[in-house]
């Protein structure tokens, strides 16, 4: 019996998931821990898992290398990944073996090698891009689970204001992309409750930003109908209801934290970003250009804790080098946002969008990276795979034979209604 190679390709895109969920789900684990002061370094299995994933996502590019992409996109994140992985090269101590000289470059070029595959799936039949937005369920799922068992036996609800707990954050974007609406609930569902239940107002308000920017682009522009506006109201009143209900839940610690936001600076966060911004102001000139290498706020802050604002760790960490990659990737982000959207625009006037998708996956990586970190943590990597995927060049149109492409200049030439 012969078997199709679509059929292959989803069984292969299937180990992938899985493989993928195990690595973020330790990830958080070994973050949780690392915080804790219960283990030091990554371990041996999750060094193992990177390099699955590594090897599996570079399979998948090299067996499709045609459609490789040559974007603004992936030469920021190029330059900025490179640079990050020789600073952490450099700051590899003498006696480190030479697993640690295999396995540190990985974790950032993981990055942007799920970029590139994530560009690839864009390209992939329908069938198949379909299979990996809801497969990425399964990924979600599994770090669900392990996050449950962690929270299970941390038991101390008010005090363990897990941060890793963003990570289920990043796995949603490719989850919305789904054609079915039950896939993207369920996994709406799944990172509310992972939220809520570790107390993260950060995550609760990226998520809240990037739900509205998702309905303001579908609804409003996407629709171009006053509908739209009222499915905002509706939109947020439904998750006033939705916090009401998962507050009461927690009895009440949630709205207290939030009440709290004004005296405790965001958990001291006006305090570390002052703090880092001294530091950066006292750098000498080689220092402001190259860098003081990977974690260098965590390691020279009085405060001993990172600058909590990726903008701010990333100049003061690798400099202006590292500095203007970052800034020029969020600024072809956004470009890629309003490119996408005025295609669609003029293209699409019904059928599944990719721009509110677009929009709904910057303002979680812009949110965070203002009151968080996402360049120096694990999900990073997501990050890549979500914007490598909804990156493309060429929009499909919907007809009733088949799908037809659009070039870019053919959608140009469209007179807007």
């Known amino acids: ?26 990830h958080m684990l070994n973050l949780e821990h690392d915080s804790m002061n219960e283990m030091q370094g990554d371990s041996l299995i999750l060094k193992l898992l990177t390099g699955a994933t590594f090897l599996l996502a570079g399979g998948y590019v090299l067996h499709n290398v045609r459609v490789w992409t040559n974007t603004k996109i992936a030469r920021y994140f190029l330059w900025l990944c490179l640079y990050m992985m020789c600073w952490r090269m450099i700051d590899l101590p003498f006696t480190a073996g030479m697993l640690s000289y295999i396995y540190q470059p990985m974790r950032d070029l993981l990055v942007l090698l799920l970029f590139f595959m994530g560009a690839v799936l864009s390209d992939r039949p329908k069938p198949v891009r379909e299979f ?33 707990a963003y990570m289920i954050l990043f796995f949603l974007p490719c989850v919305m992309l789904s054609p079915q609406k039950w896939v993207r609930y369920v996994g709406i569902v ?84 002052a703090t ?48 203007v990659p970052y800034v020029l990737l969020h600024l072809a982000l956004v470009g890629q946002i309003f490119a996408c959207a005025r295609s669609e625009y003029l293209s699409l006037p019904q059928g599944q969008y990719r721009a509110p998708v677009m929009a709904f996956a910057y303002a979680i990586f812009f949110v ?31 007809t009733k034979s088949s799908d037809e492409v659009v070039s870019s200049e053919h959608l140009a030439s469209i007179p807007q209604q």
Not at 3 to 19: A, C, M, P, S
Not at 211 to 238: D, H, N
Not at 255 to 265: A, E, H
Not at 373 to 398: A, C, D, E, Q, T
Request: charged share 15%.
């Open 1 to 26: 019996m012969k078997i199709k190679k679509t059929t292959l390709e989803k069984v292969y895109l299937l180990i992938f998931l899985i493989v993928l969920g195990m690595l973020m789900g330790l």
């Open 132 to 164: 990996f937005c809801m497969g990425m369920l399964l990924p979600m799922l599994i770090v669900f689970g392990l996050f449950l068992q962690n929270w299970q036996y941390l038991n101390q609800v008010d005090e363990a204001h897990m941060g890793s």
């Open 190 to 273: 799944l990172v509310v409750i992972q939220l809520v239940l570790s107390l993260k107002r950060g995550g609760l308000v990226a998520l809240g930003i990037g739900c509205f920017a998702y309905l303001l682009c579908k609804e409003v522009i996407m629709k171009r109908s006053m509908k739209g506006i009222a499915y905002l109201v509706m939109g947020v009143i439904l998750m006033g209801v939705v916090f009401m209900i998962a507050d009461n839940a927690v009895d009440g610690i949630l709205s207290q934290r939030l009440m709290n936001i004004s005296d405790d600076g965001g958990s001291g966060r006006t305090e570390v970003w």
């Open 276 to 323: 880092t911004i001294d530091m950066i102001t006292n750098s000498d000139l080689q220092a402001w250009i190259f860098g003081h290498g990977t974690n260098g706020v965590l390691y020279d802050s009085p405060l001993g804790l990172s600058a909590h604002n990726d903008f701010l760790e990333v100049l003061y960490d690798y400099g202006v080098v590292g500095f």
């Open 368 to 398: 965070l990276s203002m009151i968080s970190h996402v360049v120096i943590y694990p999900w990073m990597s997501l990050v890549g795979l979500n914007f490598g995927l909804l990156y493309k060049r060429s929009i499909p149109i919907p």
